[in-house]
């Protein structure tokens, strides 16, 4: 069984149904909250739960309502208020329904809860679609129809009590599989990098539409091997749209992102160089080159150098950080060094060169630390 945060627990085939949707789905759904709906019986069994939708670079808030006294029924999902004209599976006249993932429903398949909400997620996408394409603003309009074919493209309308309605896409960008680039790569989820477009809807007789907002949005996963924050984003010219500016910002991304694996060839370069200068790292980051860890002394004085190496090296240098191994502080751990960033670096300087000049600078930053730790010590005491 799954435990509640208030202590209730989902009984065993419902908490089944839910590991498989967290587990299996190709995106990143989480739950919000779990609780009971029992006000007879046992109220600590619970058979509801928030789900947090991934959808259009944010979360949508759909509530899962199973019912723990008639367990073999299908949930009930419940949308959120905004939604209340979103109907999945309403066929209005005399139209037949159409098949969905609850004409078949299994409470002992682990997987029904995935598909259905994977269905829905769809159709909800398509509805969002719809709701935009009858709004009377005719550069939205064109907007869909000119990049309707890309595959994957998200676009919602987004509203609320003070705010002005907008528009947001969310645009796939690249057809290059991002988790292939770097071996040994650990991403568990596929790498997408994403242009987050948001366009106010003008209304008739309403002043000139001004520029899209406009982002690069990516994982905090994809940030080892390359920082979306890092693009400059092009100008977005008057009468611009954006089948006319994604071919661009495409390719310039490709450059970058070639770019970015390479400089993973020369990180790696470095921290091999450091070997035969300071001794063989004892921690080192083997996929992306990012982190080292050197055991290093002064006389008897023995502490860890914590090397940072950062995606544009070496266009900026490391940093590093010193970690005592005979020092502690009043917590019990051990005595570190500020960040340092004032080693000695030139980015026209080779990898054995680098290496000299770091081994060169902790000779002298040792004695340094071994005296900041003493001070620490002693005013501590």
């Given at each position: 069984?799954?435990?509640?945060?208030n202590?209730?627990?989902?009984p065993?085939l419902?908490?089944?149904?839910l590991?498989?949707?967290?587990?299996?789905?190709?995106?990143?759904?989480?739950v919000?909250?779990?609780?009971s709906?029992?006000?007879?019986?046992?109220?600590?069994?619970?058979?509801?739960?928030?789900l947090?939708?991934?959808?259009?670079?944010?979360?949508?808030?759909?509530?899962?309502i199973?019912?723990?006294?008639?367990?073999?029924?299908?949930?009930?999902?419940?949308?959120?208020?905004?939604?209340?004209?979103?109907?999945?599976?309403?066929?209005?006249?005399?139209?037949?329904?159409?098949?969905?993932?609850?004409?078949?429903?299994?409470?002992?398949?682990?997987?029904?809860l995935?598909?259905?909400?994977?269905?829905?997620?769809?159709?909800?996408?398509?509805?969002q679609?719809?709701?935009?394409?009858?709004?009377?603003?005719?550069?939205?309009?064109?907007?869909?129809?000119?990049?309707h074919?890309?595959?994957g493209?998200?676009?919602?309308?987004?509203?609320?009590?003070?705010?002005?309605?907008?528009?947001?896409?969310?645009?796939?960008?690249?057809?290059?599989?991002l988790?292939?680039?770097?071996?040994?790569?650990?991403?568990?989820?596929?790498?997408?990098?994403?242009?987050?477009?948001?366009?106010?809807?003008?209304?008739?007789y309403?002043?000139?539409?001004?520029?899209?907002?406009m982002?690069?949005?990516?994982?905090s996963?994809?940030?080892?091997?390359?920082?979306?924050?890092?693009?400059?984003?092009?100008?977005?010219?008057?009468?611009?749209?954006?089948?006319?500016y994604?071919?661009?910002?495409?390719e310039?991304?490709?450059?970058?992102?070639?770019?970015?694996?390479?400089?993973v060839?020369?990180?790696?370069?470095?921290?091999?160089?450091?070997?035969?200068i300071?001794?063989?790292?004892?921690e080192?980051?083997?996929?992306?080159?990012?982190?080292?860890?050197?055991?290093?002394?002064?006389?008897?004085?023995?502490?860890?150098?914590?090397?940072?190496?950062?995606?544009?090296?070496?266009?900026?240098?490391?940093?590093?950080?010193?970690?005592?191994?005979q020092h502690?502080?009043?917590?019990?751990?051990?005595?570190?060094?500020?960040?340092?960033?004032?080693?000695?670096?030139?980015?026209?300087?080779?990898?054995?060169?680098?290496a000299?000049r770091?081994f060169?600078?902790?000779?002298e930053?040792g004695?340094?630390?071994?005296?900041y730790?003493?001070?620490?010590?002693?005013?501590?005491?």
């Amino acid at each position: 069984m799954a435990v509640v945060s208030n202590g209730g627990t989902l009984p065993p085939l419902i908490a089944a149904q839910l590991n498989y949707l967290l587990t299996h789905s190709p995106f990143s759904v989480k739950v919000d909250r779990i609780w009971s709906g029992c006000r007879k019986g046992n109220p600590q069994l619970a058979d509801r739960f928030t789900l947090l939708i991934p959808l259009c670079l944010d979360y949508i808030k759909w509530d899962v309502i199973y019912n723990a006294q008639y367990p073999l029924a299908a949930p009930d999902i419940i949308f959120a208020a905004e939604d209340e004209s979103f109907h999945p599976f309403f066929v209005a006249g005399d139209g037949e329904t159409p098949k969905s993932s609850l004409c078949d429903w299994n409470i002992k398949d682990p997987s029904k809860l995935l598909a259905l909400i994977h269905e829905l997620r769809d159709i909800y996408i398509l509805y969002q679609r719809k709701r935009i394409a009858e709004l009377d603003d005719d550069r939205l309009k064109f907007e869909i129809s000119t990049i309707h074919s890309r595959e994957g493209i998200e676009v919602c309308m987004i509203s609320g009590p003070d705010k002005p309605e907008e528009v947001r896409f969310a645009v796939p960008l690249l057809d290059i599989d991002l988790n292939k680039l770097v071996h040994g790569c650990p991403w568990k989820h596929q790498q997408i990098i994403y242009l987050q477009v948001v366009f106010p809807i003008r209304r008739k007789y309403g002043p000139a539409p001004s520029a899209p907002r406009m982002k690069l949005v990516s994982s905090s996963e994809l940030k080892a091997l390359f920082s979306v924050e890092d693009v400059k984003l092009l100008p977005w010219s008057e009468g611009m749209c954006m089948a006319e500016y994604l071919p661009t910002l495409e390719e310039n991304l490709k450059l970058q992102i070639v770019d970015a694996v390479a400089s993973v060839g020369v990180r790696r370069r470095f921290i091999e160089a450091l070997a035969p200068i300071c001794g063989r790292p004892i921690e080192a980051d083997p996929v992306f080159c990012r982190k080292a860890t050197l055991l290093a002394a002064t006389g008897v004085f023995t502490f860890l150098v914590h090397i940072s190496i950062p995606i544009q090296f070496p266009k900026q240098q490391p940093t590093l950080m010193l970690q005592s191994s005979q020092h502690f502080n009043a917590q019990g751990t051990p005595i570190m060094s500020p960040p340092l960033v004032d080693c000695p670096w030139s980015p026209r300087w080779d990898a054995l060169q680098m290496a000299e000049r770091i081994f060169e600078f902790l000779v002298e930053e040792g004695l340094t630390f071994k005296k900041y730790c003493n001070d620490i010590l002693v005013q501590h005491h």
